[in-house]
């Protein structure tokens, strides 16, 4: 088994989604494929490409579903990855520390070197974020594009994951959670962002905003507009003298 | 933690210590960085390709970019598989077998362009416009459709009959602009953001930008966004109120909203006023020529009345004109302000809310309450911003006044029989908000607004070895505009700008091949496509399509006698060719948007860009563009040779994009033109222009002063501003057309005045169809309810596939590679379907087999599914049994590009009788369950495909080439 960083600092770098926003377009998914296909744990490897069956190594997937009955119901498009969990079971379960999370900065990663493909942190993992590369024989996962952030090849603005960098939305963004006053932080306190399935208690990084409700029946300031009234019509019953008098020039 | 699920206690267990890999945090990228611009979808954003060793190692938005500003969709994320699809065609090839089987033999460039040479020759030089040249999903339609002038054929078009041609023609004749590459909502500043239909392809980039800026609004500055639409997905998802209206009632459910408006007298009567024809006079002598025309003084001004009874010219600065009241005109005929006609219209019961809730499956009081939150919006939160600005009269004003509603809507309105009206009623609403072009509102982007309708005519055949005296498309205002002979027969073998179709402005695609197979109105020699599946997800009727491809006629000859086909992969098309152009991918070369063509400005700019090759083909391809400017001077096409019969442009479109002049001073790019390359819009050609192109990331940008940026259809800056770089002719204003005097040329004709006039069996469709005030009709697919066929059906397209091309890419077909039927949760209860099941979908015209899915957020009469996922089993070189075959299916298959038959035989064409616009989403069908030996596979099927292309292998390891380069070259993990 491994254990954790006996002295984690105080840095968690991870994502904050934002389902008010996210119209299920897959761009985080698919940018992700195509960094990671040639980044830090390359490949993600494709099975049956051009096949009967494709599938293949993903990072980030969108899943989509629907909540509650016809109209008044919601689809909601829910991307998620590895989210970085403080106490990752993903981790503790591995038997020769090939899982591993970063002290300096919670990032959860696997060395490839050291994995022995047993899937024991595939089983762990209640959020179905690890994926086996079947040809290689290796456990991969988000590795936060640990190959971006940090980068000094790339441009500062670019030393984001490849998923916040793309998403046409701007659903997606990344930042120290650690750190209270960090931007995604506030972003979480005002927006009453949450973490997925808390009553497991692995104490996920990365958090999701929830939908904005109660909008619908509203108008532009979130207040009910004041209902239109008729026009008086006056005793002719011709609604179009209302117009009779109305001198405007061009 | 007691929750904590551990497999196995952790401290019971010998600990290995976390091995803190040592990582290379800053491992190379790339060894070169090209930016260019995408072709995954029509959106055209910019992007950066990455590229190391010669191979692309990652392609992302690039941020300066105007269209997309630095992010990417997953079509665009994925353009490394569709570069190395193995789809991709290798080499020209000429047909072998029989049609649609796949048969080919490779042969050389030069054969292949001589043969082409060969067959086009002869039909110039005897009648042009048997080639009929329609170019899909092309983006270089400013070269196409000149070089089909040049040839000498009206035959010619791209999708858009298809796809939009309905919301662009539409706004075009209406406000002298439309939306998406027209114009956009003020994303900053709107305040309620209504969205009808959506093709969520189009402008999706910027569209996805906007929703998020919009949704992400200070509590004090919010916006609504309503999204009326019968499926809840994408962008309706995230909508404040999602709308599930019918199919084909939007117009009906806008006029209710101007019923109310109108009601409350809560419009903007000063707009009106100022911008639109509301003042003008109508004539009202019912019986005679005139009755419904402007009335107009000698000068051909329309005229208005003041309150004091004087008749004024309505194009006069400071006329106070009268909205309400008949006058007689010094010829003794009654007239009456468009207005008046207007209010009486929608005032109407018939379009009161409860008149109108059942048909739109919406409920009245939301109807009414919409009607509130837009008149709120617009009035009581009108936006005042300190820019001064002059009009068109020379008059200046401190501030510009904003409605802060923004509307847009796409091919879910288009697509209907009715779309048209639905879309002239959408810009009406508009106009009462007075909501155009303002901040807050819908704005116009560069090169529009033009004038309502722009001023080109569509050109006719001159006759063998000729061009046309102007361009193909164009804007009929009258029926002396058709291109028809004495006798009514339409000249284009779609027949376009015919009594079918008076204002198909973008051409009827979809009629081609059936017309060409019909030889109606006459036969044609070569049918030339370029990027357009004709052969499935192109055509109504795809079955038929594929039948008419490869029918003969008594002496063994196919009907249609030659098809030439240009595209980069092996489609369901390529099969049918005789001849076929493999043409390079999008990274493989250059090519230009310009603003010629379909522009990809931003309200505050003009904007036009280039792509460029930034790898070379390891196939022996060529660029189609390339291959039209060669096979032009082969033609010796007038423009494509110099004097002594040498090409003019020798290096093909890269010579072309430089060099072509469509007016002097103007070319295919607006940059950087002129000896000293300060030039926009106009101005010599520019040897160098594009080294400047690339220098600035393949686009230009040129913005608008701030103060010619609002209310460009009155705003002398604007015009200041666009004239010099050839936007504008002269500095006019353009008044908007709430009341179309086109429109009503065409209706007279119908009701019997005139030399031209419709044959009778198209009398009654002219005369509804041309109504001058925006209308609503039942969309004709509706006729179908007698016998069982009363669901709406309609397609979407996933987010992340563009047509058929993105089901070949590896990476998006992971995401989707089948498509079933949605249907609402309880009307699946009430059918006995559940998920799971397959059922026949069946249409008056045929049955496709389908595999069924409940969901909740979809209209209870409409059933859907994503379009273009299904694939012709081996197509595109993919296994002939991949789902996208075997289980995917195209609803295309039940839906016919002709209308039942009339009691008399006769078979209407399914389109809108204005534009001829295809009308797919008119579609009515009904379910029959399979029985259960049926289940499991789509149907119909056809032969598997033969592609000759080699077979890809299994697995795909893309990207461990350049994990192994970083470790050979030390830049990798340790």
Not at chain 1, 37 to 43: K, L, N, R
Not at chain 2, 163 to 179: D, H, K, W
Not at chain 2, 760 to 784: C, E, I, M, N, T
Request: proline fraction near 8%.
């Amino acid at each position: 088994m491994t254990s954790l960083p006996s002295h984690p600092s105080d840095r968690k770098l991870g994502l904050v989604i934002d389902l008010d926003i996210c119209v299920g377009c897959h761009a985080c998914a698919v940018n992700c494929k195509e960094w990671n296909a040639g980044g830090h744990m390359a490949p993600l490897t494709d099975y049956e490409a051009w096949g009967d069956s494709p599938s293949g190594v993903w990072f980030n997937r969108v899943h989509s579903f629907e909540a509650g009955e016809g109209a008044n119901g919601r689809t909601v498009h829910f991307p998620k990855s590895c989210l970085h969990c403080e106490q990752p079971a993903c981790v503790t379960v591995c038997p020769t520390g090939a899982s591993f999370k970063r002290a300096e900065d919670g990032i959860v990663l696997v060395n490839e070197d050291l994995c022995i493909g047993c899937k024991l942190c595939s089983w762990a993992c209640p959020y179905g974020a690890r994926e086996f590369d079947e040809d290689v024989g290796v456990m991969k996962k988000c590795t936060l594009c640990i190959d971006r952030i940090y980068n000094e090849n790339l441009e500062e603005v670019e030393r984001v994951p490849a998923c916040v960098s793309t998403c046409p939305v701007g659903a997606r963004h990344f930042g120290d959670l650690g750190d209270p006053k960090s931007e995604v932080s506030k972003l979480v306190a005002e927006r009453a962002g949450y973490d997925l399935m808390p009553e497991l208690g692995y104490k996920p990084t990365n958090k999701y905003l929830p939908p904005r409700t109660g909008r619908a029946q509203a108008g532009c300031t979130g207040a009910p507009a004041k209902p239109l009234t008729e026009h008086p019509v006056d005793s002719t019953g011709n609604k179009l003298l209302r117009w009779l008098d109305r001198a405007l020039s061009r | 933690m007691s929750d904590r699920r551990y497999i196995a206690e952790p401290q019971a267990a010998p600990k290995v210590r976390a091995d803190e890999q040592a990582i290379d945090l800053s491992p190379i990228v790339h060894d070169q960085v090209a930016t260019t611009t995408c072709y995954m979808c029509a959106c055209r954003c910019g992007i950066k390709v990455h590229l190391q060793d010669g191979r692309i190692r990652y392609i992302e938005g690039n941020r300066d970019h105007p269209v997309n500003k630095g992010v990417l969709c997953a079509k665009g994320s994925a353009g490394i598989m569709t570069q190395y699809s193995p789809a991709r065609l290798r080499k020209p090839m000429k047909r072998v077998g029989e049609r649609g089987k796949g048969e080919f033999q490779e042969i050389e460039w030069d054969e292949a362009l001589q043969l082409a040479t060969e067959w086009l020759g002869k039909i110039r030089a005897t009648d042009p416009r048997k080639l009929a040249f329609f170019t899909g999903r092309d983006q270089s339609q400013a070269l196409t459709g000149w070089w089909a002038a040049q040839f000498g054929t009206p035959n010619y078009a791209a999708h858009g009959g298809f796809c939009s041609v309905n919301m662009a023609a539409a706004g075009l004749y209406t406000i002298g602009g439309s939306f998406w590459e027209f114009g956009e909502p003020d994303w900053e500043r709107t305040r309620y953001f209504l969205m009808f239909g959506v093709a969520e392809d189009h402008g999706s980039n910027p569209i996805k930008i906007g929703l998020g800026q919009l949704k992400n609004r200070p509590a004090d500055n919010r916006a609504k966004f309503v999204s009326i639409n019968p499926v809840r997905t994408g962008y309706s998802a995230i909508a404040d109120e999602w709308i599930g209206i019918t199919p084909g009632t939007d117009g009906l459910f806008v006029l209710a909203l101007v019923h109310e408006l109108l009601k409350a007298d809560r419009i903007d009567l000063d707009f009106l006023v100022r911008y639109t024809n509301a003042p003008w006079l109508v004539v009202d002598a019912p019986g005679t020529a005139g009755h419904g025309l402007f009335a107009r003084d000698d000068a051909g001004n329309p005229l208005c009345v003041e309150a004091s009874g004087t008749i004024r010219n309505a194009l006069e600065a400071g006329v106070t004109p009268r909205l309400i009241g008949d006058i007689t005109l010094p010829d003794g005929r009654t007239a009456r302000p468009v207005f008046e006609l207007m209010a009486a219209r929608y005032l109407d019961e018939s379009y009161a809310p409860e008149r109108v809730a059942e048909q739109c499956g919406i409920p009245a009081a939301t109807i009414r309450r919409i009607a509130a939150e837009l008149a709120e919006a617009a009035f009581e939160h009108a936006i005042e911003i300190p820019v001064a600005w002059t009009d068109w009269a020379g008059r200046r004003h401190d501030t510009i006044i904003g409605r802060p509603v923004s509307m847009h809507a796409m091919r879910g309105v288009s697509a209907h029989s009715n779309g048209f009206q639905t879309c002239r009623a959408i810009h009406l609403l508009q106009m009462l908000l007075g909501s155009i072009d303002c901040p807050g509102g819908f704005r116009y982007k560069p090169p529009f607004p033009k004038s309502a309708p722009p001023p080109a005519k569509p050109a006719a055949q001159v006759g063998p070895m000729h061009a046309l005296h102007g361009l193909p498309l164009g804007f009929p205002t009258a029926p002396e505009d058709l291109l028809i002979d004495p006798n009514g027969a339409p000249h284009r073998i779609d027949k376009a700008f015919s009594w079918e179709a008076p204002m198909a402005v973008h051409g009827l695609m979809h009629m081609v091949i059936h017309n060409a197979w019909a030889g109606d109105p006459y036969p044609i020699d070569t049918l030339f496509f370029y990027m357009a599946n004709m052969a499935w997800n192109s055509a109504m009727n795809a079955p038929d399509a594929m039948r008419m491809m490869s029918d003969k006629d008594e002496s063994d000859r196919y009907k249609i006698p030659h098809i030439i086909y240009a595209d980069a992969y092996f489609s369901e098309m390529v099969a049918f060719a005789d001849l076929v152009f493999p043409d390079t991918t999008y990274l493989e070369r250059w090519d230009c948007i310009s603003l010629l063509d379909r522009p990809i400005s931003d309200p505050d700019a003009a904007a036009d860009a280039i792509r460029r090759p930034v790898i070379q083909p390891d196939r022996d391809v060529r660029p189609f563009q390339d291959v039209l400017l060669d096979l032009g001077a082969r033609l010796k096409l007038p423009g494509m040779i110099d004097g002594h019969g040498k090409a003019l442009y020798p290096g093909g479109l890269k010579d072309y994009i430089v060099w072509h002049e469509r007016r002097p001073g103007i070319g295919m790019l607006s940059g950087w033109r002129g000896h000293d390359e300060d030039k926009q819009g106009t101005g010599e050609p520019n040897r160098r222009q594009l080294d400047r192109y690339v220098e600035n990331g393949c686009f230009w940008r040129g913005e608008i002063p701030e103060k010619a940026r609002f209310h460009r259809f009155a705003n002398r800056d604007f015009f200041e501003w666009a004239i010099p770089r050839g936007f504008l002719d002269k500095p006019q204003q353009i008044v908007l057309q709430l009341y179309s005097e086109p429109l009503r040329k065409f209706q007279l004709a119908a009701e019997g005045h005139g030399t031209r006039q419709p044959p009778d069996h198209l009398r009654a469709r002219v005369k509804q169809g041309f109504d001058p005030l925006p209308s609503w009709y039942p969309p004709f697919g509706a006729a179908a309810d007698s016998e069982g066929y009363v669901l709406h059906a309609i397609t979407q397209r996933p987010m992340h596939m563009y047509h058929s091309w993105g089901g070949q890419n590896a990476w998006l077909r992971q995401i989707q590679a089948r498509n079933p039927l949605f249907i609402a949760r309880k009307l699946g209860e009430r059918l006995g379907l559940s998920d799971g099941d397959w059922v026949w979908i069946e249409s008056p015209h045929g049955q496709v087999k389908a595999e069924i899915k409940q969901m909740e957020g979809v209209n209870q009469d409409t059933v859907w599914t994503w379009n273009a996922i299904g694939k012709r089993a081996g197509a595109w070189n993919l296994s002939a049994t991949a789902p996208e075959s075997a289980k995917g299916f195209l609803l295309n298959h039940v839906i016919s590009e002709l209308l039942p038959p009339q009691p008399d035989g006769h078979r209407y064409a399914n389109i809108d009788p204005v534009t001829g616009q295809a009308a797919w989403y008119d579609l009515k069908v009904r379910l029959r369950k399979c029985a259960p030996e049926e289940a499991g596979e789509t149907a119909p099927t056809f032969d598997v495909l033969e592609t000759g292309l080699p077979k890809p292998g299994d697995d795909l390891a893309y990207g461990a080439e350049f994990r192994a380069h970083r470790l050979e070259t030390g830049r990798g993990r340790a």
